[in-house]
């Protein structure tokens, strides 16, 4: 079975610019949810999406936002880009119905923002 | 809000040696999840072991084995055997139940390094 795919791994912007990011999951699993890890703040809950719907969010500005599809891929996008945003973005997969926290995690995309 | 904390930065231990991890961690929540996780160099997270607050017994996973202490709000990882393969960082978590959903508290890792 294939784990969660995220893409692109790797991606360059400037500041002001936007990003998309891309995370598939395992086939099956409903719950997407996304993690942003920085060296100093460590890692902070985005928000996670479950049957298309928003089911929990963090506390986040509203420049980061996201989607899932009917087919359970999601989606990150990053609006009006700032250095700070420079970070491992990190999708995680489950089943989803209960949260039992069992959470199966992608590779992640590293942003840089120049 | 729930907050996790882990107050070893690095640890190093030697191959087939027992390491602990420490975790603690505030919740106003009666009924949660304990999580650890581990962030190899290739960075892809995997669940080590995972403890259900409401259950007294420790949760087990081969080599790994939690202690779990409600009234404290403990939660450490104890590591036997060590093997140059356990090289990671590891993340302590918390999930409460109410609310729904998956939504993880992550502590700030402990880096650990097992050394020949």
């Known amino acids: 079975k294939a784990g969660v795919t995220q893409t692109p791994r790797y991606l360059i912007k400037t500041r002001g610019q936007q990003v998309t990011l891309s995370c598939s999951p395992i086939?099956?699993?409903?719950?997407v949810s996304w993690y942003q890890q920085t060296p100093g703040q460590g890692l902070q809950f985005l928000f996670e999406y479950f049957s298309e719907t928003q089911r929990n969010k963090g506390n986040f500005p509203g420049r980061f936002s996201g989607r899932q599809f009917s087919n359970s891929r999601s989606e990150m996008n990053v609006s009006t880009l700032e250095l700070g945003d420079s970070a491992l973005y990190l999708c995680?997969?489950?089943?989803?119905?209960?949260?039992?926290?069992?959470?199966?995690f992608g590779e992640g995309s590293r942003l840089t923002v120049l | 809000a729930q907050t996790v904390t882990q107050s070893q930065p690095e640890m190093s231990v030697q191959e087939a040696e027992t390491v602990t991890l420490s975790c603690t961690y505030d919740?106003?929540?009666?009924?949660?999840?304990l999580f650890w996780y581990k962030q190899p160099p290739s960075r892809q997270m995997i669940l080590v072991i995972r403890?259900?607050?409401?259950?007294?017994q420790n949760a087990t996973e081969n080599r790994f084995s939690v202690n779990f202490q409600k009234a404290a709000k403990s939660f450490s990882l104890k590591i036997s055997d060590s093997q140059l393969g356990d090289t990671a960082m590891y993340f302590c978590a918390f999930e409460g139940v109410t609310g729904g959903g998956n939504k993880l508290t992550f502590g700030t890792g402990t880096q650990l390094k097992v050394e020949l």
């Open positions: 919740t106003s929540e009666n009924n949660y999840y």
């Open positions: 995680a997969s489950s089943l989803g119905a209960a949260n039992t926290g069992e959470l199966f």
């Open positions: 086939s099956g699993h409903r719950s």
């Open positions: 403890q259900e607050a409401y259950k007294q």
